[in-house]
């Protein structure tokens, strides 16, 4: 049974890019569950965000098809789950505890505190105007200190780890053996890292708790650059393949001047957010830098023995490192849409199947029992192959504007007819056309569009 609503073709509507944009998507995010401001019922704490029943999935299939795509679909690399909490040791090494800094300064008219490389005049506070009103820049480690054990001493302090690498370069000869994996090959790990940023912001975008996606790829070193080219358009190329149209995306080679000691090459796959281009993944040459550092520091071998050449070398590092929240953020931006059906606006999120938080809607015409058995023996057919909402509420017309907010591909809706002939609408996210299949050939008619 079509919905009268759906039938007109829709209008498009020009959607901005600017700030109008991004108050309709935290609008959006809030009104459908996608993210919370964290302890919001105790006033807020800035810069902290929960994510709720929708985007709890946006974002685990943000990583879910990271995974597929770097571990499940390669032969070439596995997985780990290091811990997030550190030694200090570990951070000596990498050079976290020493360079791991952003210049601070504070206005001293307005007390407002800001990252001395970020301001666009160096000498007027961009919240009060003042001019020549900062203090001397002084160094502000971001990495978050903490206690391991009851008792607070210098011996007990730990780290929560501010990048998720370290714990594949720690554990690179115990991955090595156990895997029997030879170079090329990478480690990936999807986790939680934490920085004391200055100034967070933009929603999402830079939080002081984020998820990292992040690969250690380690080469023979004649290898490297190959492999660095490689990863560089690999990682465009995802993020294009999700939906992201290329003209929201560029790689951006950092300058000889930006680059950090060790790196021989870094480029940036950045997407154009409301407020400018911004960074989703940078992909480094890293060199043996990190390897090096760790086998110094720990007095254990980090290197590899070629039997087929009979050398010994140290690997080197070749690290696509993505954020898992800032990419979500990315594919909503990407996918929020507009358009005019029958002079209502219908918003729409366009999202890829893969992305998608449901897959399928079962919606029920009515709430009356007679449809309800057959409507919970729909979804209950889809259920274990797809991820699945069901919602009787509301006149159907609103139930499906609902679900294109949700980015839902497909509607499947049971009605009166189909008590009888055991058929169900089938209605498509994008263009609003409409199927009558078979509850028996459902499975077969959805599977294959959701791939």
């Known amino acids: 049974m079509p919905d009268a609503a759906d039938t007109d073709l829709p209008t498009p509507i020009e959607v901005p890019n600017d700030a109008s944009l991004m108050e309709k998507i935290v609008n959006l995010s809030k009104r459908r569950g996608f993210v919370f401001p964290s302890a919001e019922i105790y ?51 990498s050079g976290h505890l020493k360079n791991f800094t952003d210049p601070l300064v504070d206005c001293k008219a307005c007390h407002e505190r800001f990252r001395e490389d970020q301001l666009e005049d160096p000498r007027t506070c961009p919240n ?32 929560l780890r501010p990048e998720t690498a370290q714990g594949m370069f720690i554990n690179f000869s115990n991955v090595l ?5 030879k170079p090329p090959f990478g480690i990936a790990q999807i986790g939680k890292s934490f920085r004391n940023e200055i100034t967070p912001g933009n929603f999402v975008f830079r939080t002081r708790e984020f998820e990292q996606m992040e690969l250690e790829f380690f080469v023979p070193p004649d290898e490297a650059d190959r492999w660095y080219e490689y990863w560089v358009d690999a990682r465009y ?25 060790y790196s ?27 390897l090096t550092q760790h086998a110094t520091h720990s007095g254990e071998k980090l290197d590899y023995f070629d039997q087929a050449t009979n050398t010994r070398y140290v690997p080197h590092v070749i690290e696509p490192a993505a954020g898992a929240t800032r990419t979500m953020m990315a594919f909503l931006l990407a996918a929020y849409d507009e358009e005019e059906v029958r002079g209502e606006v219908r918003t729409v999120l366009r999202l890829h199947p893969r992305l998608a938080p449901y897959k399928v809607a079962v919606l029920p015409l009515s709430k009356k029992d007679t449809l309800t058995p057959l409507a919970r023996e729909v979804l209950q057919l889809l259920q ?68």
Request: hydrophobic share 35%.
């Open 237 to 261: 190329q995802w993020y294009v393949e999700l939906g992201i149209p290329t003209e929201k995306l560029r790689i951006r080679p950092h300058d000889p001047d930006e680059l950090s000691h």
């Open 264 to 290: 021989s090459g870094t480029a940036d796959v950045e997407f154009l957010f409301p407020w400018g281009w911004g960074e989703l993944e940078g992909i480094a040459n890293r060199g043996d830098y990190d």
């Open 128 to 159: 009060c105007g003042a001019t020549d009103s900062f203090t001397e820049a002084r160094q502000f480690n971001l990495m978050f200190k903490t206690h391991a054990g009851p008792v607070e001493h210098e011996g007990a302090v730990a780290y």
């Open 43 to 93: 006033g807020g704490f800035r810069s902290t965000y929960d994510y709720g029943p929708i985007g709890v999935q946006l974002l685990r299939n943000v990583k879910d098809a990271w995974w597929r795509s770097m571990v499940q679909m390669r032969d070439d690399v596995v997985g780990l789950d290091a811990s997030i909490l550190s030694p200090p040791a570990i951070w000596e090494a």
């Open 177 to 181: 053996q156990s895997s029997r994996k």
């Open 384 to 451: 274990p192959h797809l991820m699945c909402d069901y919602d009787e509420t509301q006149a159907i017309g609103r139930r499906y504007r609902r679900q294109d907010e949700l980015g839902t591909p497909y509607c499947v809706t049971v009605d009166f007819d189909s008590l009888e002939d055991r058929a169900v609408t089938v209605r498509e996210r994008d263009s609003m056309a409409q199927d009558r299949v078979a509850v028996d050939d459902l499975l077969g008619h959805l599977l294959p569009k959701l791939a």
